[in-house]
Protein backbone atom coordinates (compact mmCIF):
# COMPACT_ATOMS: atom_id res chain seq x y z
CA UNK A 1 0.00 0.00 0.00
CA UNK A 2 1.48 3.48 -1.05
CA UNK A 3 1.31 5.84 2.05
CA UNK A 4 0.91 9.46 1.46
CA UNK A 5 1.67 12.87 3.46
CA UNK A 6 0.04 16.17 3.25
CA UNK A 7 -0.09 17.69 6.68
CA UNK A 8 -1.38 21.03 4.93
CA UNK A 9 -4.65 19.89 3.84
CA UNK A 10 -5.78 17.53 7.12
CA UNK A 11 -7.55 17.62 10.86
CA UNK A 12 -8.35 15.86 13.30
CA UNK A 13 -7.53 15.09 17.10
CA UNK A 14 -4.65 15.73 18.53
CA UNK A 15 -1.70 12.83 18.37
CA UNK A 16 -1.26 10.03 21.20
CA UNK A 17 2.44 10.98 21.70
CA UNK A 18 4.79 13.58 19.71
CA UNK A 19 5.29 12.30 16.04
CA UNK A 20 2.78 9.28 16.48
CA UNK A 21 -1.08 9.12 15.75
CA UNK A 22 -3.18 6.21 17.02
CA UNK A 23 -5.54 4.88 14.14
CA UNK A 24 -9.41 5.21 15.12
CA UNK A 25 -11.02 1.55 13.84
CA UNK A 26 -7.39 -0.65 14.54
CA UNK A 27 -5.50 1.10 17.20
CA UNK A 28 -2.48 1.09 14.92
CA UNK A 29 0.12 3.47 15.89
CA UNK A 30 0.59 5.83 12.75
CA UNK A 31 3.71 8.19 12.09
CA UNK A 32 2.64 11.85 12.36
CA UNK A 33 2.83 13.09 8.27
CA UNK A 34 0.33 9.76 7.20
CA UNK A 35 -2.93 10.49 5.94
CA UNK A 36 -4.23 6.60 6.13
CA UNK A 37 -3.24 4.25 8.18
CA UNK A 38 -0.46 1.63 7.05
CA UNK A 39 -2.21 -1.44 8.44
CA UNK A 40 -6.23 -1.10 7.65
CA UNK A 41 -6.08 2.12 5.39
CA UNK A 42 -8.62 4.17 7.15
CA UNK A 43 -7.94 8.11 7.03
CA UNK A 44 -6.10 9.25 10.20
CA UNK A 45 -7.69 12.10 9.55
CA UNK A 46 -10.27 14.48 7.90
CA UNK A 47 -9.76 16.17 4.75
CA UNK A 48 -10.15 19.87 5.37
CA UNK A 49 -11.88 21.72 2.40
CA UNK A 50 -9.98 23.35 -0.19
CA UNK A 51 -12.36 26.44 -0.27
CA UNK A 52 -13.89 27.11 3.20
CA UNK A 53 -17.86 27.91 3.03
CA UNK A 54 -18.63 31.64 2.20
CA UNK A 55 -15.96 31.91 0.01
CA UNK A 56 -16.18 34.53 -2.07
CA UNK A 57 -14.49 32.97 -5.03
CA UNK A 58 -16.99 32.64 -7.63
CA UNK A 59 -18.00 36.13 -7.01
CA UNK A 60 -14.17 37.24 -7.85
CA UNK A 61 -14.20 35.07 -11.06
CA UNK A 62 -17.58 37.32 -11.57
CA UNK A 63 -16.01 40.38 -10.93
CA UNK A 64 -13.23 39.56 -13.51
CA UNK A 65 -15.17 37.89 -15.92
CA UNK A 66 -17.68 41.41 -15.91
CA UNK A 67 -14.30 43.79 -17.46
CA UNK A 68 -13.92 41.26 -20.00
CA UNK A 69 -17.75 41.34 -21.25
CA UNK A 70 -17.21 44.94 -20.70
CA UNK A 71 -14.71 45.25 -23.04
CA UNK A 72 -16.00 43.02 -26.12
CA UNK A 73 -19.02 45.00 -25.89
CA UNK A 74 -17.10 48.45 -26.47
CA UNK A 75 -15.93 46.25 -29.11
CA UNK A 76 -18.16 45.55 -30.51
CA UNK A 77 -19.77 48.79 -30.66
CA UNK A 78 -16.55 50.28 -32.14
CA UNK A 79 -16.96 47.69 -35.04
CA UNK A 80 -20.39 48.67 -35.54
CA UNK A 81 -19.68 52.89 -35.72
CA UNK A 82 -16.54 52.00 -37.96
CA UNK A 83 -18.57 49.91 -40.17
CA UNK A 84 -21.41 52.66 -39.91
CA UNK A 85 -19.11 55.50 -40.91
CA UNK A 86 -17.39 53.67 -44.38
CA UNK A 87 -20.91 53.10 -45.14
CA UNK A 88 -21.79 57.06 -44.92
CA UNK A 89 -18.58 57.80 -46.58
CA UNK A 90 -19.52 55.35 -49.47
CA UNK A 91 -22.66 56.70 -50.09
CA UNK A 92 -22.15 59.77 -49.65
CA UNK A 93 -18.96 60.17 -52.03
CA UNK A 94 -21.55 58.10 -54.85
CA UNK A 95 -23.98 60.91 -54.08
CA UNK A 96 -21.37 63.58 -54.89
CA UNK A 97 -19.70 61.53 -58.18
CA UNK A 98 -23.50 61.40 -59.28
CA UNK A 99 -24.00 65.19 -58.70
CA UNK A 100 -20.65 66.16 -60.46
CA UNK A 101 -21.31 63.43 -63.30
CA UNK A 102 -24.86 64.99 -64.01
CA UNK A 103 -23.29 68.58 -64.05
CA UNK A 104 -20.76 67.03 -66.03
CA UNK A 105 -23.06 65.36 -68.90
CA UNK A 106 -25.24 68.61 -68.78
CA UNK A 107 -21.65 70.59 -69.83
CA UNK A 108 -21.21 68.35 -72.46
CA UNK A 109 -24.40 68.07 -74.30
CA UNK A 110 -24.09 71.64 -74.22
CA UNK A 111 -20.65 71.69 -75.77
CA UNK A 112 -22.13 69.40 -78.26
CA UNK A 113 -25.22 71.10 -79.52
CA UNK A 114 -23.17 74.54 -80.00
CA UNK A 115 -20.61 72.48 -82.21
CA UNK A 116 -17.88 73.30 -79.62
CA UNK A 117 -16.05 69.83 -80.23
CA UNK A 118 -12.76 71.47 -79.86
CA UNK A 119 -13.61 72.47 -76.53
CA UNK A 120 -14.74 68.94 -75.12
CA UNK A 121 -11.21 67.90 -76.66
CA UNK A 122 -8.92 70.16 -75.02
CA UNK A 123 -10.89 70.20 -71.43
CA UNK A 124 -11.02 66.74 -71.41
CA UNK A 125 -8.71 64.18 -69.80
CA UNK A 126 -5.10 63.04 -71.16
CA UNK A 127 -6.51 59.52 -71.54
CA UNK A 128 -9.36 60.87 -73.47
CA UNK A 129 -6.82 63.22 -75.96
CA UNK A 130 -4.22 60.08 -76.50
CA UNK A 131 -7.09 57.76 -77.18
CA UNK A 132 -7.02 59.04 -81.18
CA UNK A 133 -5.90 62.42 -83.24
CA UNK A 134 -7.57 65.71 -82.47
CA UNK A 135 -8.67 65.63 -85.94
CA UNK A 136 -10.42 62.06 -85.56
CA UNK A 137 -12.33 62.69 -81.96
CA UNK A 138 -13.56 65.90 -83.53
CA UNK A 139 -15.12 64.27 -86.95
CA UNK A 140 -16.31 61.50 -83.92
CA UNK A 141 -17.96 64.47 -81.97
CA UNK A 142 -19.38 66.17 -84.89
CA UNK A 143 -20.99 62.91 -86.12
CA UNK A 144 -22.36 61.89 -83.07
CA UNK A 145 -24.32 65.52 -83.27
CA UNK A 146 -25.22 65.01 -86.79
CA UNK A 147 -26.76 61.89 -86.22
CA UNK A 148 -28.64 62.82 -83.26
CA UNK A 149 -29.53 66.29 -83.22
CA UNK A 150 -30.11 68.31 -80.50
CA UNK A 151 -30.18 67.14 -76.58
CA UNK A 152 -33.25 67.14 -74.92
CA UNK A 153 -32.98 65.46 -71.66
CA UNK A 154 -31.16 62.86 -69.90
CA UNK A 155 -31.87 60.10 -66.99
CA UNK A 156 -29.30 58.56 -64.96
CA UNK A 157 -29.16 54.57 -65.17
CA UNK A 158 -26.61 54.06 -63.22
CA UNK A 159 -23.32 55.48 -61.30
CA UNK A 160 -19.97 53.84 -60.13
CA UNK A 161 -17.48 55.50 -58.43
CA UNK A 162 -13.63 54.24 -57.80
CA UNK A 163 -11.30 55.67 -55.87
CA UNK A 164 -7.35 54.25 -56.51
CA UNK A 165 -3.66 55.15 -56.46
CA UNK A 166 -4.54 56.19 -59.77
CA UNK A 167 -6.93 59.16 -58.91
CA UNK A 168 -11.11 59.17 -58.14
CA UNK A 169 -13.16 57.89 -61.08
CA UNK A 170 -16.54 58.41 -62.02
CA UNK A 171 -18.50 56.02 -64.59
CA UNK A 172 -21.98 57.21 -65.31
CA UNK A 173 -24.49 55.42 -67.55
CA UNK A 174 -27.30 57.46 -68.97
CA UNK A 175 -30.44 57.16 -71.51
CA UNK A 176 -30.48 60.27 -73.38
CA UNK A 177 -32.97 62.00 -75.64
CA UNK A 178 -32.40 63.82 -78.64
CA UNK A 179 -34.22 65.15 -81.71
CA UNK A 180 -33.47 62.33 -83.79
CA UNK A 181 -34.05 59.64 -81.00
CA UNK A 182 -32.88 58.46 -77.60
CA UNK A 183 -29.70 56.96 -77.32
CA UNK A 184 -27.41 55.01 -74.73
CA UNK A 185 -24.28 57.23 -73.75
CA UNK A 186 -22.00 56.00 -71.22
CA UNK A 187 -19.10 58.43 -69.66
CA UNK A 188 -16.01 57.53 -67.79
CA UNK A 189 -14.34 61.20 -65.49
CA UNK A 190 -11.69 61.62 -63.77
CA UNK A 191 -11.88 63.86 -60.89
CA UNK A 192 -9.75 66.75 -60.71
CA UNK A 193 -10.11 69.43 -58.45
CA UNK A 194 -13.55 70.18 -57.40
CA UNK A 195 -14.64 69.19 -60.96
CA UNK A 196 -13.99 65.87 -63.53
CA UNK A 197 -12.20 65.82 -67.18
CA UNK A 198 -13.62 63.28 -69.70
CA UNK A 199 -11.40 60.35 -69.62
CA UNK A 200 -13.96 57.92 -72.25
CA UNK A 201 -17.01 58.43 -74.12
CA UNK A 202 -19.46 55.97 -75.39
CA UNK A 203 -22.60 56.20 -77.16
CA UNK A 204 -25.08 53.52 -78.60
CA UNK A 205 -28.38 54.48 -80.74
CA UNK A 206 -30.42 53.48 -82.83
CA UNK A 207 -30.25 56.63 -85.07
CA UNK A 208 -27.13 55.65 -86.39
CA UNK A 209 -28.55 53.04 -88.39
CA UNK A 210 -30.93 54.77 -90.02
CA UNK A 211 -29.60 58.26 -90.48
Known amino acids: MTLAYDTALMD ?6 VGERICNKCGTLADEGLIFCATCGTALRKPAP ?22 VKWSLIAVALMFGYFAWQCGAGMSTGARLSDDA ?8 DSGAYDNIVT ?34 TNILVNANTNGTFIRGSYTSTFD ?12 VGSGLKLVDYHVESKAFLTR
Open 123 to 156: ESDEAFQNSDSHEELLKFLAGVHSKLGTSRGFTR
Open 105 to 112: VRQFHSQL
Open 180 to 191: QGSAVEVFTWRK
Open 50 to 71: LITPGSNTSSQLRAEAKPKRTL
Open 12 to 17: GAAPNS
